[in-house]
């Protein structure tokens, strides 16, 4: 029955001052909001990498110029630096790596930058990927019209090119874009297929549905491609991952020097861009966190000016019975109370927005981040919350029913 009177002492208080109340409560709402945004755009963003790397297959090798994978299990300054104009990677490791059989069942090379693609009047930057004919069946690249260029394309270094379904609408409309001419870079390449979607583009990334694919030997004339950027090797079968990446790399190492190369599976690849989003996701949400912070100081700021304004009250509260510890436990429920209801409206704010914004980038809100967010809030409400707590309780009843 105290317990109960207690609370109601509280809410009574809050609710004589409810814009104050409301005030009070927007940093731990904006903190939680935030915190949940960001680790939900972080989780979309991890996930859509994921799925990104597991639709090239599961049996892939990818055999890339220096360090790729630090001893830390992230990517090493290697992977930012070295491509193109220092990769030593030639046509003669592809052949070599060939020749090594069981359980190999193919390599190929890929040249991949940056490219304006032209038709007419309309640009689009994209990506184009420069290999040979058994590029499609290493990355399972289905056909939703015309034929993807093949060995003989590659050998006489025709300008043909095969496009994504994105790239094709950008660029020709509702017209079928087989037969067609586009520039890229200025030189006129013409379409002989478009694949089908592969999804992507989030965040940024590049969009797989976009791409232009290019036989490599024409890459090297008409583009002045100068060198492999990295090889895909093809396992037979995903128990033999550990075998063929001994394999490949014992090949590699007669040709180039350890720190020449790497080798490197599909879910060491994953794992560590999970590490780095992780990472980045877990340093933006303890950014976001610090708003928590300043709405627990706006909290102990309010509950030290109610103390004040209620001075006399709890003079004659204390004069009635009412025990220190009564004090103390109603004014840590009125700050648990504001805490908790900024969490609350945060959460169902955050996840609002993170469904909006889920329709145009991809976001994934996780139950941890949401009880981590309201945990957070609740427990920034009572540490905040104690200070003030503590000063109404210890009031002398005398000097507080004195006070004007």
Same mark, same amino acid.
């Not at 350890?258 to 950014?287: M, Y």
């Given at each position: 029955?105290?317990?109960?009177?207690?609370?109601?002492?509280?809410?009574?208080?809050?609710?004589?001052? &409810?814009?104050?109340?409301?005030?009070?409560?927007?940093?731990?709402?904006?903190?939680?909001?935030?915190?949940?945004?960001?680790?939900?755009?972080?989780?979309?963003?991890?996930?859509?990498? +994921?799925?990104?790397?597991?639709?090239?297959?599961?049996?892939?090798?990818?055999?890339?110029?220096?360090?790729?994978?630090?001893?830390?299990?992230?990517?090493?300054?290697?992977?930012?630096?070295?491509?193109?104009?220092?990769?030593?990677?030639?046509?003669?490791?592809?052949?070599?790596?060939?020749?090594?059989?069981?359980?190999?069942?193919?390599?190929?090379?890929?040249?991949?930058?940056?490219?304006?693609?032209?038709?007419?009047?309309? &640009?689009?930057?994209?990506?184009?990927?420069?290999?040979?004919?058994?590029?499609?069946?290493?990355?399972?690249?289905?056909?939703?019209?015309?034929?993807?260029?093949?060995?003989?394309?590659?050998?006489?270094?025709?300008?043909?090119?095969?496009?994504?379904?994105?790239?094709?609408?950008?660029?020709?409309?509702?017209?079928?874009?087989?037969?067609?001419?586009?520039?890229?870079?200025?030189?006129?390449?013409?379409?002989?297929?478009?694949?089908?979607?592969?999804?992507?583009?989030?965040?940024?990334?590049?969009?797989?549905?976009?791409?232009?694919?290019?036989?490599?030997?024409?890459?090297?004339?008409?583009?002045?491609?100068?060198?492999?950027?990295?090889?895909?090797?093809?396992?037979?079968?995903?128990?033999?991952?550990?075998?063929?990446?001994?394999?490949?790399?014992?090949?590699?190492?007669?040709?180039?020097?350890?720190?020449?190369?790497?080798?490197?599976?599909?879910?060491?690849?994953?794992?560590?861009?999970?590490?780095?989003?992780?990472?980045?996701?877990?340093?933006?949400?303890?950014?976001?966190?610090?708003?928590?912070?300043?709405?627990?100081?706006?909290?102990?700021?309010?509950?030290?000016?109610?103390?004040?304004?209620?001075?006399?009250?709890?003079?004659?509260? &204390?004069?009635?019975?009412?025990?220190?510890?009564?004090?103390?436990?109603?004014?840590?429920?009125?700050?648990?109370?504001?805490?908790?209801?900024?969490?609350?409206?945060?959460?169902?704010?955050?996840?609002?927005?993170?469904?909006?914004?889920?329709?145009?980038?991809?976001?994934?809100?996780?139950?941890?981040?949401?009880?981590?967010?309201?945990?957070?809030?609740?427990?920034?409400?009572?540490?905040?919350?104690?200070?003030?707590?503590?000063?109404?309780?210890?009031?002398? +009843?005398?000097?507080?029913?004195?006070?004007?």
């Amino acid at each position: 029955m105290k317990f109960r009177l207690i609370w109601l002492s509280a809410f009574t208080s809050l609710n004589r001052n &409810k814009v104050r109340s409301f005030l009070t409560t927007l940093g731990v709402i904006i903190g939680v909001l935030s915190v949940i945004l960001l680790t939900s755009l972080g989780s979309g963003l991890k996930n859509l990498v +994921t799925e990104q790397f597991e639709g090239l297959g599961s049996n892939l090798l990818f055999v890339t110029p220096g360090e790729f994978i630090s001893e830390e299990g992230g990517f090493s300054q290697d992977a930012f630096t070295q491509g193109l104009t220092v990769s030593k990677l030639t046509l003669d490791h592809v052949r070599a790596i060939k020749r090594i059989g069981d359980p190999i069942t193919t390599a190929i090379p890929i040249s991949e930058l940056p490219i304006e693609a032209r038709v007419g009047t309309i &640009k689009k930057n994209t990506m184009i990927a420069a290999s040979t004919a058994e590029y499609a069946s290493v990355r399972s690249l289905g056909m939703t019209s015309g034929r993807f260029f093949n060995s003989a394309d590659n050998e006489t270094k025709r300008r043909v090119a095969v496009i994504g379904p994105t790239l094709a609408e950008d660029l020709f409309g509702l017209s079928s874009a087989i037969g067609q001419q586009l520039s890229l870079n200025g030189i006129y390449f013409t379409v002989i297929g478009v694949v089908e979607s592969k999804g992507g583009g989030g965040f940024g990334g590049p969009d797989l549905d976009s791409i232009i694919y290019i036989p490599l030997e024409t890459g090297r004339t008409a583009l002045e491609i100068t060198g492999i950027q990295y090889l895909l090797v093809k396992i037979d079968g995903e128990d033999e991952l550990a075998r063929g990446e001994a394999l490949v790399s014992r090949v590699m190492g007669k040709y180039l020097d350890e720190d020449d190369f790497s080798v490197t599976d599909q879910a060491e690849l994953v794992e560590s861009i999970q590490t780095i989003l992780g990472a980045i996701t877990g340093a933006l949400a303890g950014i976001a966190a610090i708003s928590l912070i300043v709405g627990g100081i706006g909290i102990m700021n309010i509950m030290l000016v109610s103390v004040s304004e209620r001075t006399k009250e709890i003079g004659l509260r &204390k004069a009635l019975g009412a025990k220190p510890n009564d004090i103390l436990v109603q004014f840590l429920i009125e700050a648990a109370a504001l805490s908790s209801f900024g969490g609350l409206t945060g959460i169902v704010l955050g996840m609002l927005i993170s469904l909006i914004l889920d329709q145009f980038i991809p976001s994934h809100i996780t139950l941890s981040s949401v009880a981590l967010a309201f945990s957070v809030s609740w427990f920034t409400g009572i540490i905040f919350g104690v200070f003030p707590a503590r000063k109404a309780s210890k009031l002398s +009843t005398i000097e507080a029913l004195r006070y004007e």
